[in-house]
């Protein structure tokens, strides 16, 4: 069992940067790939980026590639999710979870955070 609790998000305007956090609690962390996700009101849920315990091995969408960093601390069992360049757009939910395999789909988290809300906003 692996318990997330996501925090950073708010209200910024187009343009800035924000840093969520996600603090994972459970045994045997190092086994799973923690991913980011968001999703917009009315549209489904959009992988944004992984990284894997165990070696740090990272992957971005391409959608946000350039402007999204994915990164850990290991010691403190949490990830990052760092955006730049925010637009109005990326209004959402964005989610932690974490799954077993290294997969930049859905289906394959089995762990999910309650979320945290961005809106990108002047």
């Known amino acids: 069992q692996v318990q997330l609790v996501e925090s950073g998000g708010g209200l910024v305007q187009p343009g800035s940067s924000l840093r969520l956090s996600c603090a994972a609690s459970?045994?045997?962390?190092?086994?799973?790939?923690m991913g980011w996700f968001r999703q917009a009101p009315g549209k489904e849920r959009e992988f944004v980026a992984y990284?894997?315990?165990?070696?740090?091995?990272?992957y971005v969408s391409n959608s946000v590639k350039g402007r999204v960093t994915v990164s850990s601390e290991n010691a403190k069992n949490t990830v990052f999710l760092q955006m730049d360049s925010l637009n109005a757009g990326e209004t959402a939910g964005y989610f932690c979870?974490?799954?077993?395999?290294?997969?930049?789909?859905?289906?394959?988290?089995?762990?999910w955070g309650q979320g945290t809300q961005d809106t990108v906003a002047a």
């Open positions: 459970g045994r045997t962390l190092s086994t799973y790939t």
């Open positions: 979870a974490a799954a077993h395999r290294t997969r930049a789909i859905t289906s394959e988290y089995i762990y």
């Open positions: 990284i894997r315990w165990s070696d740090l091995l990272t």
